[in-house]
């Protein structure tokens, strides 16, 4: 088995690496809280896949932390020849620890963080880390400052931010360029229902030469047929620790998901696989980051390389579905 033969590859922005068309997110399921084995196969079945991606931030799991421990574990027993086939990313920038050190964006919080990381990843760097979210407080040359440094020493291979709006992504290229440190890559939210990053940010990163790594394709899964009759106990809504509330899953909302699923079967496809095509059909985008909770998720996801193109009249329909405010 050749695992690359079938993985499409895009470049990221203006920069030598190329990633795989569908990356895995840790956010949720493989923290502690979850069953080691089910988040080991997952990894191991898209690393197979040709997902050569996997991307984490201090803080996931739950519990904070445990994400990047689960795949330390991993790598350590089943993947340590093929560390240098892997993409690692992993972030800071929320609430890892108690006091005024444990969050944001300040020098202090973002190197102590790639050090705990490191250790419970098992690894002597990442390929890429992230400023996870802007720091209203703190210089952006501050937080730009400890991103270069970080791999000026060689604890990461590459910078990337996420969560930054157009002004600020601009502003922080800027900085990183002038430092020697260009910005490889943006990892905002977008999905069919989060679409603020059309309003400016896609236009500035293809001016600024960053790619740019969309998470939640799915929405955190109301893209998926998971809630067309209800929500199921297992869901991220029906979850006590899950980030998606019942609140969320509105009488509206929910009728544009009966529609885009109907769109979705007209076209041989589940309501997942072309959520994840949507996001992939703009050029500025390098890489869709989805999550999993089985494999079989991971192959949904990649059955998109596979999928007919949209046609103009099912992106009109689309649109149409989702309405003005979209």
Same mark, same amino acid.
């Given at each position: ?120 990843? *098992? !690894?002597?760097? @990442? ?8 720091? &209203?407080?703190? +210089? /952006?040359?501050?937080? =730009? ?54 309003? *400016? !940010?896609?236009? @500035? ?8 790594? &969309?998470?939640? +394709? /799915?929405?955190?899964? =109301? ?104």
């Amino acid at each position: 088995m050749n695992r690359y033969d079938d993985m499409t590859f895009r470049r990221c922005g203006r920069s030598g690496l190329r990633l795989p068309l569908i990356s895995l997110g840790l956010w949720h399921n493989f923290g502690d809280v979850d069953p080691f084995e089910n988040a080991k196969s997952m990894l191991l079945h898209a690393f197979d896949r040709g997902i050569t991606h996997f991307d984490l931030a201090n803080n996931y799991g739950p519990s904070p932390g445990s994400a990047e421990t689960t795949l330390g574990k991993v790598l350590r027993q089943d993947l340590a020849a093929h560390r240098d086939e892997l993409i690692i990313s992993s972030k800071a920038g929320y609430l890892m620890w108690p006091g005024p050190y444990g969050e944001w964006g300040s020098r202090k919080y973002l190197i102590a963080s790639a050090d705990q990381s490191l250790k419970r990843l *098992g !690894l002597e760097y @990442v390929d890429i880390f992230y400023s996870h979210r802007p720091d &209203p407080d703190t +210089p /952006l040359e501050e937080t =730009m400052g400890a991103l270069a440094h970080l791999v000026k020493s060689g604890k990461a291979l590459y910078a990337g931010i996420s969560n930054y709006g157009p002004d600020e992504a601009r502003q922080a290229a800027r900085l990183l360029r002038d430092m020697g440190t260009p910005c490889l890559i943006h990892q905002p939210k977008y999905s069919m229902f989060e679409r603020t990053i059309e309003s *400016g !940010l896609l236009d @500035v990163l293809e001016e600024e030469g960053i790619g740019c790594i &969309p998470f939640s +394709p /799915l929405a955190q899964g =109301m893209l998926t047929n998971k809630y067309l009759n209800g929500i199921p106990a297992d869901s991220r809504a029906g979850k006590e620790h899950g980030f998606l509330q019942p609140d969320e899953l509105t009488e509206q909302r929910l009728d544009q998901i009966h529609e885009l699923n109907e769109l979705a079967s007209g076209r041989n496809q589940t309501l997942a696989r072309m959520a994840v095509q949507w996001v992939l059909r703009l050029k500025g985008v390098t890489s869709a980051l989805i999550g999993a909770s089985r494999t079989a998720h991971i192959d949904d996801a990649l059955a998109v390389m596979s999928a007919a193109p949209f046609t103009d009249e099912e992106l009109a329909r689309i649109e149409s579905i989702l309405g003005p405010e979209a």
